[in-house]
C-alpha cells in the first residue's frame, strides 16, 4: 500500500482552490493523474508556513517546489503524461520554460508590485492566512522576493527603470497568452482530449489572473479576450474541482454528495420494509375479520400468524 502523501498549500478564493499559481499547479496535476493528496491549506488556525509552498510529505520525504513534486508523483506511478509521445514531452518543457519567462514575471507583478491590487487585495488576503504576528511581516517578505525574482531576470540592459521593466513584463505577458491561445485552438487540452502538466501548468498560471477581482486588471482584460483560455479554466475548475464557471463553490460539496447518497439508500430501504410490513399486514388473519374463524393455536395458546413471526 502507498504511503500517504499530504500537501500544504495556499487556500482559495473567488472560485478557485488556491490562489497560489505553484499550489494550483499541483493540485491539477494531482487531479489529473489520481493521485490521492491530502490537501492542507494554510489558514489562520494552522501553523505558519515555514518556506516555500506547496510542500508534498510522504512519510519522512518532504518535497517543495511543483516540478520536483510532480516527479514523485510520477515515481509513485501517478503519471498524466504517460501517453505522450517524445515530441510532445520536449514540447511541454517548452511552453513550461515560456511560461516562467514571459508569464510570470507579470503575474508576479499584477499580485505583488502593483501598489493598488497589494495594498487592497494580496497583503489583506493573505495576512488573513497567516497567524499574527507573522501576518505583519511575510507578506512584505513576499513581495520583496517577488520584485527581486522580476529583477534579477527582467532589470538588466536596456531596462534600467521599473517603469521601463513593468512595462516590458507585461508585453511579454500578452505575447505569451497570445501564443497558448493559438496553440490551444479548439481543442479541450493541449495535447487532445486529456489533460497533462502542460495543462497543469498552464492553469495554475492563468486561473489567478482570470478569477481574481483586483482594481488594476490589465492583464485579465487580456486575457478576457482569448476565449479559449478562459474556457480552458473554466472547465478545469468545473471538472476537476467541482467549481462552477461563475466562481462559487458548492461548500462541502463532496460531505453533501456523501450523505445524499446515505439518505438516499436510507430512504430506500424505509420504503422497501414499509412495503413489506405493508403486505404482511394485508395478509395477516386479521383482515378480513372473517378469517379470524379460522385461525390455528400453536403450542402454548399463541396464534401461529405471520404477524406473530414479525420482527419486533
Given at each position: 500500500m502507498a504511503a500517504p502523501m499530504e500537501l500544504s498549500c495556499w487556500g482559495g478564493d473567488w472560485g478557485l482552490p488556491s490562489l497560489?499559481?505553484?499550489?494550483?499547479?499541483?493540485?491539477?496535476?494531482?487531479?489529473?493523474?489520481?493521485?490521492?493528496?491530502?490537501?492542507?491549506?494554510?489558514?489562520?488556525?494552522?501553523?505558519?508556513?515555514?518556506?516555500?509552498?506547496?510542500?508534498?510529505?510522504?512519510?519522512?520525504?518532504?518535497i517543495s517546489q511543483p516540478a520536483k513534486i510532480l516527479n514523485f508523483l510520477r515515481k509513485q506511478k501517478y503519471n498524466a503524461d504517460y501517453d505522450l509521445s517524445a515530441k510532445q514531452g520536449a514540447d511541454t518543457l517548452a511552453y513550461i520554460a515560456l511560461l516562467e519567462e514571459k508569464l510570470l514575471p507579470a503575474l508576479l507583478h499584477t499580485f505583488w508590485i502593483e501598489a493598488e491590487n497589494y495594498c487592497s487585495v494580496t497583503k489583506p488576503w493573505?495576512?488573513?492566512?497567516?497567524?499574527?504576528?507573522?501576518?505583519l511581516y511575510l507578506p512584505g517578505k513576499m513581495s520583496r522576493e517577488a520584485l527581486n525574482r522580476?529583477?534579477?531576470?527582467?532589470?538588466?540592459?536596456?531596462?534600467?527603470s521599473l517603469t521601463e521593466v513593468e512595462a516590458q513584463i507585461?508585453?511579454?505577458a500578452?505575447?505569451?497568452?497570445?501564443?497558448?491561445?493559438?496553440?490551444?485552438?479548439?481543442?479541450q487540452f493541449f495535447f487532445g482530449d486529456t489533460p497533462t502538466t502542460l495543462d497543469a501548468f498552464v492553469f495554475g498560471f492563468l486561473a489567478p489572473i482570470y478569477k481574481v477581482c483586483f482594481p488594476r486588471v490589465q492583464l485579465q482584460e487580456h486575457l478576457k479576450q482569448l476565449p479559449?483560455?478562459?474556457?480552458?479554466?473554466?472547465?478545469?475548475?468545473?471538472?476537476?474541482?467541482?467549481?462552477?464557471?461563475?466562481?462559487?463553490?458548492?461548500?462541502?460539496?463532496?460531505t453533501a454528495d456523501a450523505n445524499l447518497q446515505k439518505l438516499t439508500q436510507l430512504v430506500n430501504k424505509e420504503s422497501n420494509l414499509i412495503e413489506k410490513m405493508d403486505d404482511n399486514l394485508r395478509?395477516?388473519?386479521?383482515?378480513?375479520?372473517?378469517?379470524?374463524?379460522?385461525?390455528?393455536?400453536?403450542?402454548?395458546?399463541?396464534?401461529?400468524?405471520p404477524m406473530s413471526r414479525l420482527s419486533p
Open positions: 497560489h499559481p505553484e499550489s494550483l499547479t499541483v493540485m491539477a496535476y494531482a487531479k489529473f493523474s489520481g493521485a490521492p493528496l491530502t490537501v492542507n491549506t494554510i489558514n489562520n488556525s494552522w501553523r505558519a508556513p515555514k518556506g516555500d509552498l506547496p510542500v508534498l510529505v510522504s512519510k519522512d520525504i518532504v493573505f495576512a488573513s492566512r497567516i497567524a499574527f504576528p507573522l501576518s522580476i529583477l534579477l531576470t527582467k532589470g538588466g540592459p536596456p531596462l534600467y507585461y508585453r511579454d500578452k505575447e505569451c497568452l497570445n501564443l497558448l491561445s493559438k496553440r490551444l485552438g479548439t481543442s479559449n483560455l478562459c474556457r480552458f479554466c473554466d472547465d478545469i475548475l468545473t471538472c476537476y474541482f467541482r467549481l462552477t464557471v461563475s466562481g462559487h463553490s458548492p461548500a462541502g460539496q463532496d395478509k395477516s388473519p386479521q383482515h378480513p375479520p372473517r378469517k379470524l374463524t379460522t385461525l390455528k393455536l400453536a403450542a402454548g395458546g399463541e396464534e401461529s400468524s
